[in-house]
Each structure stands twice: as C-alpha cells, then as structure tokens.
C-alpha cells in the first residue's frame, strides 16, 4: 500500500466547502434563534453616566437589551489566571464584558441588544442612548518612530503576570563593544510596520444555546477546549456542562484563538432569554473585536567584517497595546536572535500603552514584522558591502541555536537558498539598483530568510473501527481551514494501515479527547504524534484478537508476525493466512473496538535540538513609473518545514503566507485618529490582496524528516510562509529604484514621497 503521508490528497473537507453543505458556527440551524447586535463606546475613555434603551425596548420584536446594569454575573478571568494557565485557555483581554460603567477604549462593549431577527436587532441597537463622561484618553503619539523606542516600557518591568521572558530578551556577547570595533560596516535604522486587522472570511461569532443549566456553544474557534474551559469559569459551571462545536472555520490566523467578550455575552444573552442567541461580529467590528497585529517601532544595528561575518546585532522592538492587554509583539525574537550566526546579540522589546482595543496574535506575531526590518537591515549592509544578499547570508548561517546553546533538530536552510535562487534565476541579477529594465518597468529581484520556532503540545485521540473495516478517528483539534483534517486522516490512515478513504476524523468539538489550540505552527507536529500512536494501539488491539481468538487462522502466532493490509490482518510471509477486520471483529464479539492513546509534548523529541523551521523567499516586483505603485510578478519560496505530510495543503499554506505578506508590504495599514478609532475599518479602505495584486507563487520543500522533533518527520507550515516576504519586497523595490523603504506598506504615495524615479 502507498503510505498516504507525502501524498498531494485533495482536502477532505473541500467539496463540503464548495457545495455549501459545510456549517460555520452561527449557520447552525436551532429552533427559535434569536438575533443579536452589540451597541459600542464611540469614546475611547470615560465613564457611563446612565443608558436609555427604552426606545430600543419598544421596537418590534426586541426581546432584551443587555447593559451593565443587567447582564447575569460573570465570574472574572483574570490577568494571571491568563498567564498561568495558558495551556487551559486564552483570553483576549482582561476585562469582563459589561462590567460597570468604566470605557477602555473606544469599540468596547456597552450593550447587546437581542430580537427575533438581525435587521431589528440592528435596528434597535443604533436607538441605545448611551450617556457618557468623557475623560482623557491616553492616545499614544507614535508619530516619532524614535521617541517611541525611547519611552516605550521595557517588558523587563513588567510585573510578574506581563509576559518578560527570556525568549524576548536576550544577551550574548558586548554588543556595544563590537559595534564600535573601528573598520566595521554598520547598519544602525529605525523600522515601523503598521496595524493590521484580522480580515477572515468567516467573521467571527457566537450561537449559544442552554437546556437547564448546561449550554452549548457553537463558535468559530480555534480551540473548542480552550473556550469551554473560559466560558465554564466565567458562568461558574463545571466543564463537563459546556460544549464547545465548531466543525468548520472559515481562517483565524490568530483572531480566534483567544476567548473574546462576544462569545461571552451571546452565552450570557441566551441564558437570559431562554432561548438560543446568535451573535456574528460585523466586518467592522473585527477591526476593534479580536485583536490586530499592533503597530512596531523596532531598531536594529548590524556590525559586520569586510567579509561579511556579523560582529554585532542589536534589535529593540516596540509595540503599542491597550492597558488591558500583555501582547508583545516579539519581533526580535527569532530572525535576530538565533537565525544568524553572531557572537554579540541583544534582543528587547518594549510596550506602549494607551486606551486602545487590545493587541494580539495575527499568524506569525512577532516573526512576521521583526523579519521586515531584520531582513531589510540585512539587505542594507550587503549593499553596503557590495556582497551577494544570498551570499551574506550564507557566509553568516548559524550551525547551532547560539542564543540557547542548542543543536538545531534539522536545518537545511542552505537547501532553500541554493534550490531558490536555481529556481528563480538569481545568478542572472545585476546587483546595482535602479539598472534593470523591462520597457518602462523598473524590475527588482529581491529575497529574505525565514524561520520559525518549533512547538508540540499534548494531545489525546480515540480510534474506532466497525465490521465494514472503516474507522473513525475522534480528537478535539481543529482545521482552520488549512488542510488538518485532511493531513490528520493521512497520518492516521498509516498508521492504522488503512486507505484514507477508509478513515473519518471528527474533529471541532470540545466533547472529543483532548487536544491543544491549533496555532502556534504546533497543530500538525502534536496532532501527529497522538494519530500514530492510536493508530499503533488500534491494530495492536486488532493483532490481539486475531493471535488469541480460537476460530482465527492466526490463532497462536505471535503478534509481531501480523501484517496489515487494507483491512486484513495476515501472517508475515503467509499471506494466505489472513482475517478481514470483519472477521476479527465478529470473532471477538464485537460490532466496533475503540482504543485511546495520549501524547506529551515531550514525547519523541531529542530535548536538546531546537525544532526550527526555514525557509527562504525570491521574488520580483516591477513598477511602472507612469502608475507609482509596486507589482510583485514572480515568488520563488523554498521552506525547510520537516516531512511534509501533504504537498498540496502545505504548498497552500506558504502560499497563502506569502499573500498576507504581499498585503503587509504594500496594501494593509490600519489608519488610527486621536481617539484610537481605525478609520479605514472595512474592506473597501483597509486593502488587502485580491487575486489581481497576486502571481503565480511558486513554492517547493526541502522535505527533510525532521525525526528529533516527531516520529512523522513533521514540523509546521502555518506561520513560516509569511515570514520574510515584506522584507524581500522591500529589498526588490530598492533593487528596481534605489529607494529603501524603512516603513511599510509601500503605498503608492510613499514611493512618490520618496521621489520614485521617473520615467
Ligand atoms: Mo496563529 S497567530 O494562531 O496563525
């Protein structure tokens, strides 16, 4: 049998998808829905003096207006139950909903008002009279990328529940000494890289329904355990008494992997009303709802040799966030610490508080802008050097983890250089800026590293097969929309020695066995691990029946002599002697056998290697000066990310990374007012890539199994696609204009501001 592991499988899910069949979470159909909408601060700070919903009341079909003046009690999830029990759930902010009269920011919540349909919900939510005293809100200036830096706080002082830990600052070396060592190439800038708001195509939101006093809940969640156990602890239920389903997601790369106040006020409105609540956020809401990669300040400083040898990294980031949040945006927490080798390094990151909506994950935070400006310091000093960017980068490869000390668990970063720069034709380039032409197009080749750490996480599954020999594999992960359901009945049908055709993952449920949030890039590694391992326990089980029942051909052999073949068990060289699963099954009495397995994250890993994944991009941009704005028109990107389980969904992945850097470089920023509002809160004014802004993305893998880090050889393809593209824009664009670009995006009008050459 061809193992299914390594086969381009078509997604599992897709024609769910594309006819439609496929439920989100709110699309659930329950008897009785009602409809409800939230009414927000339009202050960013102050204090509510008294709400009037009683116009809202009288509209027809309103059934309940919700303020803090009557929503049930909820039980606070604190700051450092946050930080504590990470791995049981994640909050977005420390703040409940609805809790007394106090505004944080403009955007938080101050009611939900719940009708028999969504048009009068609406409706009557736009007649709340919210009365409230202004006070001075505390807006920060970011105006001054330097001033920032200066004034930010360093997370070194944050208390004991901020999020400091030696992953955001380190040190090896002097620093300050090897960037003053005479005959050096230094790079000293400042970078800045903007907000940008979740965008999925399935905006969040909540269907919660309650019989008695258990509730179940669909949401569109990364993590159905994650958001049970919170919503458990805020109505003061036992976990056991709230279900979590979401079957599918339509993308969350970040935004849904936290617990947010609306599915805690769709829960609470449900119980109010004795009947189910449906609560789906508004596009605009996204932009102050579920967190949003926050703006950076970040300052890097590179010494190097003539030769190109780094002497000396310095990267100090800062992020702006609200006062009711931790997020660190960690950008100088990977590319400059540990991907390069270098003997002096000091990496620090700061924050900036203000009266905002909180900051917080949008795939790769951190990496994603810390690779824009690392990457395109990196491209300055090999201009400033007059060495080969690849090159550079080359001749600086880090052989071991320096910051930790740690062999990595597989690298083969070289790979990717040398099979991107063959696929995109990188020995052709002339390396002097603004000299290649295409007609009017100035043309830039341009390119940056990747990398991303490695993570694993416990899990649990149960396996079942029946008498038709299919099984069924249940856990609680989730597919994103990514290909993990097909990718985890790949693994599991290999590992039970079945077709995938043969093998049905329930996955999206909280009531199934237990399993981590899928982000982090961790989704594939954990899940793997657990899904061999049941696999093993299944036909373990099933050789057990087969070698002990009397009435089986293979009564009496040993165990470690049975084969399976697509639903036969048979003897090791007589394959005449063989059982169906059937067979088995009625031999042993039994319609189904289920067996259960677990696993550490621990488990299987050479604890002294470092799972990193790399990677590497090239590509081109052409500008026509007539039409001042950047067109990427080729993407070579080559990722060294372990075994790659499935082709087509991990070539899916990076390429979808690379269009979320495509939109980061050159289309998204969220544009703030005094009051912290997002002005450009909606598709039209918030731009992000539309097929017309992408090419053709041309990705392959190293496909080294990575086997210190799991037994499939996995790492992750989530993040790492993602990482790097800003910078290797920027890096092209300077290559087609001599222009270098220290703040993205590189909107039209900063290329004209910058004095775009003319034709
Ligand atoms: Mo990850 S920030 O959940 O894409």
């Known amino acids: 049998m061809t193992p299914a592991i390594g086969r ?94 106090e505004i944080h920011y403009r955007g938080q919540y101050v009611a939900v008002v719940v009708a028999e349909t969504s048009e009068q919900a609406h409706h009557a939510a736009s007649l709340v009279r919210v009365d409230v005293v202004e006070q001075p809100a505390a807006i920060p ?71 008695g006093d258990t509730v179940t809940v669909y949401d569109a969640t990364q993590w159905t355990q994650g958001y049970q156990r919170g919503i458990a602890k805020a109505f003061g239920l036992p976990v056991e008494d709230v279900r979590v389903i979401c079957d599918h997601v339509g993308g969350a790369f970040g935004a849904k992997a936290p617990l947010w106040a609306h599915s805690l006020l769709a829960v609470a409105a449900a119980k109010e009303c004795g009947r189910p609540v449906r609560l789906p956020l508004t596009r605009q809401q996204m932009f102050t709802a579920t967190g949003h990669r926050p703006p950076t300040f970040q300052h890097v400083e590179l010494a190097a040799r003539e030769d190109g040898a780094l002497t000396a990294i310095r990267h100090r980031s800062a992020n702006v966030t609200s006062f009711k949040s931790n997020m660190v945006e960690a950008a100088a927490r990977t590319v400059s610490r540990v991907l390069y080798r270098c003997p002096n390094v000091e990496t620090s990151h700061a924050l900036v508080r203000g009266d905002l909506p909180p900051a917080s994950w949008l795939r790769a935070p951190g990496e994603a802008p810390g690779s824009f400006a690392f990457e395109t310091a990196l491209d300055e000093l090999a201009a400033a050097i007059d060495l080969d960017p690849v090159e550079l980068r080359v001749r600086n490869d880090a052989e ?97 020695g079945l077709d995938p055709s043969a093998v049905h993952v329930e996955l999206g449920d909280s009531a199934l066995p237990r399993a981590w949030i899928a982000g982090g890039s961790a989704g594939t590694a954990t899940n793997s691990e657990v899904l061999l391992r049941v696999g093993t326990a299944l036909r373990s089980r099933l050789a057990e029946i087969a070698v002990t029942s009397p009435g089986s051909s293979l009564y009496g052999l040993p165990p470690s002599e049975i084969q399976h073949v697509d639903g036969f068990l048979t003897a090791a060289g007589d394959p005449g002697r063989n059982e169906s699963v059937a067979a088995l099954l009625r031999l042993a009495g039994a319609e189904e056998v289920t067996v259960k ?163």
């Open 400 to 496: 071991i983890n320096e910051a930790e000390g740690r062999a990595w668990s597989g690298k083969h970063l070289r790979e990717c250089y040398e099979i991107g720069a063959g696929r995109f034709g990188w020995g052709d380039r002339d390396a002097r800026p603004g000299t290649t032409r295409d007609g009017d197009d100035l043309v830039g080749w341009g390119m940056s590293s990747a990398a991303y750490f490695g993570m694993k996480l416990f899990a649990s599954a149960t396996a079942t097969i029946r008498q038709d020999g299919r099984a069924v594999v249940r856990l609680a992960a989730q597919d994103l929309g990514t290909g993990a359901r097909t990718i985890f009945t790949q693994v599991a049908a290999d590992a039970m």
């Open 8 to 101: 381009p499988l078509d997604r599992i899910d897709g024609p769910d998808k594309v006819t439609g069949r496929a439920r989100y979470a709110v699309e659930h159909p329950l008897e009785g829905i009602l409809h409800a909408a939230l009414v927000r601060s339009v202050v960013p700070r102050g204090s509510i003096e008294s709400i009037d919903a009683s116009e809202a009341l009288a509209q027809p079909g309103v059934a309940l207006v919700l303020t803090h003046e009557n929503r049930p009690p909820l039980r606070p999830l604190t700051e450092g139950e946050v930080d504590s029990s990470f791995m049981e759930m994640v909050v977005g902010e420390h703040l409940m909903p609805l809790d007394g009269r």
């Open 597 to 759: 397995a677990d696993s550490e994250p621990r488990d299987g890993i050479l604890s002294a290697a470092d799972p990193h994944s790399f990677g590497a991009h090239f590509l081109e941009v052409r500008i026509d000066p007539a039409v001042p704005r950047v067109r990427v028109t080729r993407v070579v990107s080559v990722m060294d990310i372990g075994r790659v389980v499935n082709p087509k969904t991990a070539a899916s992945q990076i390429s979808g990374g690379v269009v979320m850097g495509i939109g980061m470089a050159l289309t998204e920023e969220g544009l703030r007012d005094r009051d912290g509002r997002v002005l450009n809160d909606n598709l039209a004014d918030y731009a992000i890539p539309v097929h017309a802004d992408v090419c053709d993305i041309d990705v392959s893998f190293v496909d080294e199994a990575d086997r210190n880090f799991t037994e499939t050889g996995a790492r992750g393809a989530g993040e790492i696609g993602v990482i790097g593209v800003a910078a290797a824009i920027g890096n092209a664009v300077y290559h087609a204009t001599g222009l270098r670009f220290r703040t993205i995006p590189i909107t039209p009008q900063r290329l004209i501001s910058a004095g775009l050459p003319s034709v």
């Open 141 to 211: 200036d970011t105006s001054d990328p330097a001033l920032v830096l200066a004034t930010a706080l360093p997370v070194e002082s944050l208390d004991e529940e901020g999020s400091a830990n030696t992953m955001l600052t380190h040190r090896r070396g002097d620093p300050t000494m090897a960037l003053g060592v005479p005959g050096s190439t230094v790079v000293d800038a400042l970078y800045t890289t903007p907000l940008e708001s979740h965008c999925t195509l399935e905006t969040p939101g909540t269907l919660a329904t309650w019989a």
